[in-house]
């Protein structure tokens, strides 16, 4: 089944509550939560005091995506608030299979992202561990940036690591995500995409989801 995550970066931060609501209303299968350090990526967002109280208006699945230097220090905050699927960047730790094991075993999903210059390969030892695997089809650090499109062939790659496995693992693609791009990402293999700038650009959002 295909789903599909709003991501809230592009969405009014003076009134959350309201196109949350939209969104729930227009069909969106998860909310995708980017959290950006101003380390690992130029930009600063927010954290888990913030999620805490979106988790008491929503039951969307929480997806986090954090785009932070060392996620290992944050894992318990993180299911503190309230988060049911939490994503970390390969490149942000060093120990990604204790990571990995650390989020699991606080009753999480976990997952690991790759930015676009990181190889398909680099997942091979990961995979079996994972539920989710995110692949970036922009450099992780704002929305609204335009799709690169030789990660058609990586999602493709990952995805076909991802069946080999025999593990049902969920194929996350985020980043400049829209109408014209986003059935070959699905074709290639993806289960869930991440969308902001599409969505959120649109005058009407509920619309914009089921296009
Ligand atoms: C980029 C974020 C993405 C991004 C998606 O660093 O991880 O989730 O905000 O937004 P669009 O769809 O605008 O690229
Ligand atoms: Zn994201």
């Not at 995550?5 to 969104?23: G, H, Y």
């Not at 990586?154 to 693992?169: F, L, N, P």
Request: aromatic residues 6%; proline residues 5%.
């Amino acid at each position: 089944m295909i789903k599909i995550a709003p991501s809230i970066l592009s969405a009014n931060f003076a009134n959350l509550e309201k196109d949350i609501k939209i969104l729930e209303k227009g069909g969106a299968d998860w909310l995708h939560l980017d959290i950006m350090d101003g380390n690992f990526v130029p930009n600063i967002t927010f954290g888990p005091i913030l999620i805490k109280s979106l988790r008491k208006i929503t039951k969307l699945t929480l997806d986090a995506h954090l785009m932070i230097e060392k996620p290992e220090r944050y894992i318990e905050d993180f299911q503190k608030s309230g988060v049911d699927i939490l994503t970390v960047h390969l490149e942000a730790t060093t120990h990604l299979h204790r990571t990995i094991t650390q989020i699991k075993k606080l009753g999480m999903k976990a997952g690991v992202s790759i930015n676009p210059s990181t190889p398909a390969i680099a997942l091979r030892e990961i995979i079996p561990f994972v539920d989710l695997v995110l692949v970036m089809t922009v450099n992780p650090g704002f929305g609204g940036q335009k799709f690169i499109p030789t990660m058609t062939r990586k999602i493709h790659e990952v995805a076909i690591m991802c069946e080999t496995s025999g593990r049902k693992i969920h194929l996350q693609v985020d980043g400049g995500i829209d109408e014209t791009n986003i059935r070959a990402v699905y074709d290639a293999g993806a289960t869930i995409t991440v969308a902001g700038y599409s969505i959120f650009s649109k005058e009407n959002i509920p619309k914009a989801i089921q296009n």
